[in-house]
């Protein structure tokens, strides 16, 4: 055997998944919206300020100021994560948040159990990893329907890591 051809299979990934927030506005988007509501904004502001009410024209320029800080905020929370991966011998999560603050996790696979909190209306509401007295949630800012189909796949992942390796040797 080749050094460079030893194989471990506790080490094979069974699963793997990054999980980012769901964000349906582009950059481009962003810069169209800000465009769109500066122009709308200083249209009204001017109007007002041909009226006399010159005040008003420095609250429009506030408001739009105020959009622009909300979306930045919106964009910044954007860049938290999770990564959860299985392997034979290790489920690990890495959660990473908006500010760049790392948590990892890691327990065996053999004793983790997903827990879901099921609403009847609306599906799994939470899922949490349950192992040695510990309770960590993950998923969070996945939707009903994602974390339906996540729930599924990682439970598969944790099932084929207690059944363990599987050997299939060439004949």
């Keep these: 055997m080749m050094p460079g051809n030893d194989f471990d299979p506790?080490?094979?990934?069974?699963?793997?998944?990054?999980?980012t927030p769901h964000r349906s506005l582009s950059r481009t988007g962003f810069l169209v919206l800000m465009a769109i509501v500066s122009v709308v904004s200083?249209?009204?502001?001017m109007v007002f300020l041909w009226?006399?009410?010159?005040?008003?024209?420095?609250?429009?320029?506030?408001?739009?100021?105020?959009?622009?800080?909300?979306?930045?905020?919106y964009f910044q929370r954007a860049?938290?994560?999770e990564e959860i991966r299985?392997?034979?011998s290790?489920?690990?999560v890495r959660r990473t948040s908006h500010r760049g603050h790392v948590v990892e996790f890691t327990?065996?696979?053999?004793?983790?159990?997903?827990?879901?909190?099921?609403?009847?209306e609306f599906g799994i509401e939470r899922l949490y990893l349950v192992s040695?007295?510990?309770r960590i949630s993950i998923g969070g800012f996945l939707g009903a329907e994602e974390k339906e189909s996540f729930s599924n796949a990682l439970m598969a992942a944790l099932q084929a890591a207690r059944r363990g390796p599987t050997y299939n040797p060439v004949l």
Aim: proline content about 3%; overall charge positive; aromatic content about 16%.
């Design 107 to 120: 327990f065996n696979p053999l004793w983790v159990k997903l827990d879901r909190q099921i609403h009847a």
């Design 79 to 81: 860049k938290a994560s």
């Design 90 to 92: 290790e489920l690990y």
């Design 86 to 88: 299985v392997t034979l």
């Design 132 to 134: 040695k007295g510990r």
């Design 51 to 73: 009226m006399g009410a010159w005040p008003v024209f420095g609250f429009f320029g506030l408001d739009v100021l105020a959009i622009h800080c909300a979306f930045r905020l």
């Design 10 to 19: 506790s080490e094979a990934e069974l699963f793997s998944a990054r999980l």
């Design 42 to 45: 200083f249209a009204a502001g």
